[in-house]
């Protein structure tokens, strides 16, 4: 403990100078600059001045998630990446799973300690289980990397390099909203989430009923027989069938089929000369995309901060869920992940020396339950309790996030004497 207090109050010669007054600046700063903006969405949202209502913001999110945040993923994933860094990064996207499995474990473990409100049990296990990996992450390494002492280097190439990993590893996410998370969160037996009976057990269900989430995802609905119908129209009618039950309209979003044609391009040295280099011939379409890019961060953060103006709601999940879910979230998920992750170092799973991978990593760990999650929480009838715990989970998180980041940079920089 004198070892770990002399280093963080001394500074160590391999961590840049950072002390713990620095180390804290650096980690707070960031966390600061979101606030700030989210509260100015708050404010713009507010009775008071109401210049950005609810159909506003839904606009201001349309916007976002259709056009800039695809053009920053594509302009900065497609500049960062190449063929060995492909290989390179293999661990970024297995991450994204191995935090999706432990948060999800983490969220079983707590749902059945503190047993939460009939119907409510895999609800807890997804807002535990579940994280922003992709826009609040953008938002605080464009941040972090926005300050002068960063312990990163270059801001140019903290952001691009920071913007690259996150990027990379959204479509796993995308992946897993759309089919584990919808999965998780279908209805009761009833139909319903709004039932009034309480405390009853989870798992009391009639025994005539089988509950949709435990129908495969793949069900085997009947495919026509008739011996006319050629083999070539059964295998497009499977097809169908699976693109159907996989969601995969969802899946394939603006911002995944921006990251697949960063990649791609970026990995063929030929199309990345054409596109991606600064004296390219088709470099303007990039700086374009940068350019609209840098304006994904304000308008996701005003957009945050408006839709916190309804609060709390009147959640009926009740302050012992609502406080585990919290904790969970943005206590115990992120211990297991920095345990993952120094596991990961340990083994030589994780490229050497590159320690804005290690803190992005990391972040997949960090974050408040993902906004998109609420999203689909609303299409399954429980969007007000999802809406109650966003609030929380976001308002704690401003101050967890901090904490974490100290310690992420202190881990990272700052090595024992």
Same mark, same amino acid.
């Given at each position: ?253 603006? &911002?995944? !089929?921006?990251?697949? $044609? ?6 063929? %040295?030929?199309?990345? @000369? =054409?596109? /991606? ?20 961060? &304000?308008? !996701?953060?005003?957009? $945050? ?6 609060? %709390?709601?009147?959640? @009926? =999940?009740? /302050? ?26 340990? $083994? ?41 715990? $966003? ?27």
């Amino acid at each position: 403990m004198e070892t770990f207090l002399s280093s963080m109050l001394m500074g160590n010669e391999g961590g840049g100078g950072s002390s713990l007054v620095g180390t804290i600046s650096i980690a707070v700063l960031p966390v600061a600059k979101v606030f700030t903006m989210c509260f100015l969405g708050f404010l713009m949202a507010s009775k008071y001045v109401n210049i950005l209502p609810a159909s506003g913001r839904k606009l201001l999110n349309a916007l976002v998630f259709t056009l800039l945040l695809p053009c920053m993923i594509f302009s900065q994933l497609g500049q960062a990446i190449t063929l060995e860094k492909l290989i390179e990064w293999w661990f970024i996207p297995f991450n994204v799973l191995l935090a999706t499995l432990s948060g999800s474990l983490i969220g079983l473990a707590v749902a059945a300690i503190i047993r939460p409100p009939y119907p409510y049990f895999k609800f807890t296990i997804i807002h535990i289980g579940i994280g922003n990996i992709g826009n609040v992450p953008l938002v605080l390494i464009a941040a972090l990397c926005g300050v002068k002492s960063n312990p990163f280097g270059d801001s140019d190439k903290c952001s691009q390099d920071g913007t690259a990993y996150i990027s990379f590893g959204q479509w796993v996410g995308a992946i897993i909203l759309y089919t584990y998370v919808f999965h998780m969160l279908a209805p009761p037996p009833e139909g319903t989430f709004d039932i009034e009976v309480t405390n009853l057990p989870v798992r009391n269900l009639p025994n005539d009923a089988t509950p949709p989430e435990q129908v495969p995802l793949l069900a085997q609905d009947t495919l026509p027989t008739d011996s006319t119908i050629s083999k070539k129209g059964k295998m497009m009618d499977f097809l169908i069938l699976i693109c159907n039950k996989l969601k995969l309209e969802q899946i394939i979003q603006p &911002p995944i !089929i921006a990251s697949i $044609l960063a990649i791609v391009i970026g990995c063929v %040295p030929f199309l990345k @000369r =054409l596109i /991606f280099t600064s004296d390219a011939p088709l470099f303007f379409f990039t700086d374009s995309c940068i350019i609209l890019g840098k304006a994904m961060i &304000p308008c !996701i953060l005003l957009a $945050l901060g408006g839709n916190l103006i309804n609060g %709390p709601g009147s959640s @009926r =999940l009740g /302050f012992r869920t609502t406080a585990a879910i919290i904790f969970g979230r943005l206590v115990l998920v992120p211990a297991a992940g920095l345990g993952i992750v120094m596991l990961a170092d340990k $083994l030589g799973f994780l490229p050497p020396d590159d320690t804005m991978l290690r803190f992005v990593l990391l972040l997949q760990h960090t974050m408040p339950t993902s906004v998109l999650s609420g999203a689909v929480a609303n299409l399954r009838g429980c969007g007000k309790e999802s809406a109650a715990i $966003l609030f929380w989970v976001h308002i704690f998180a401003i101050f967890s996030m901090a904490g974490w980041i100290v310690l992420y940079i202190h881990l990272l920089f700052c090595k024992s004497p």
